[in-house]
Nanobody
Framework: QVQLVESGGGSVQAGGSLRLVCRASGRTFSSDTMGWFRQAPGMEREFVAATTWQSGSTYLVYVANSVMDRFTVARGGNRNVVNLQMNDLRPEDTAVYFC?????????????????WGQGTQVTVSS
């Protein structure tokens, strides 16, 4: 059974940092796209960051313009893990963050092409 399990959410003050970790299990995800979306209250779910397999152990990374220079995404050592490091957090980053996996070749920013979702983890940033 495939599962994506997120951890690392919580509450911080503006300017703080959090690290989200997503662990996928049930099959190998080494060639899949893995990344993060988020959904703020009353808003549509939006793309945050993704890692796409290029070759061997090399992944390309993509980060949304709204969080560029503050968030970084990386694949974990066994390639079934994806990490999201969030620095200089702002109140507008408050949302539920969802881990997502997509087949190789998918549009990483299109939530309609997500094959598996995690359950979501809450991130709350206070001013």
């Amino acid at each position: 059974q495939v599962q994506l399990v997120e951890s690392g959410g919580g509450s911080v003050q503006a300017g703080g940092s959090l690290r989200l970790v997503c662990r996928a299990s049930g099959r190998t995800f080494s060639s899949d796209t893995m990344g993060w979306f988020r959904q703020a209250p009353g808003m549509e779910r939006e793309f945050v960051a993704a890692t796409t397999w290029q070759s061997g152990s090399t992944y390309l990374v993509y980060v949304a313009n709204s969080v560029m220079d503050r968030f970084t995404v990386a694949r974990g050592g066994n390639r079934n893990v994806v990490n999201l490091q969030m620095n200089d957090l702002r109140p507008e980053d408050t949302a539920v963050y969802f881990c997502a996996s997509q087949p190789k070749g998918s549009n990483y920013a299109n939530q309609n092409e997500v094959e598996y979702w995690g359950q979501g983890t809450q991130v709350t940033v206070s001013s």
